[in-house]
């Protein structure tokens, strides 16, 4: 499954952060350290879900996303892109 992501940049780098899982985010220096850094916290924040007995929202489509008014704001400016969630299912 891949998530929808909304990637910002500030003076200090990267932001990312995940409309269908409000609260996660991750950051880094460059795109592609936020990128894998954004990963990393998708797959600890679900886990984390799992564990508490929640359900994982299925991803919503960029299209649903950028439809949804109520995340008109937090959308400006950002790009877009796609995050893999990457669980560890053990060897």
């Known amino acids: 499954m891949r998530y929808v ?9 990267y932001g ?43 991803p919503r489509s960029i299209d649903a996303i950028k439809g949804d008014t109520e995340l008109a704001d937090w959308r400006r400016g950002a790009d877009i892109v796609l995050i893999p969630l990457l669980l560890d299912r053990g060897s």
Not at 5 to 13: C, E, K, L, Q
Not at 18 to 47: K, M, S
């Open 16 to 58: 990312v952060s995940f409309p269908d899982f409000p609260g996660c985010v991750a950051v880094g220096e460059t795109v592609e350290a936020a990128l894998r850094h954004g990963c990393e916290a998708l797959a600890f924040h679900v886990e984390g879900l799992l564990k508490g007995g929640d359900l994982i929202p299925p």
């Open 5 to 13: 992501s909304f990637i910002h940049r500030d003076d200090a780098g």
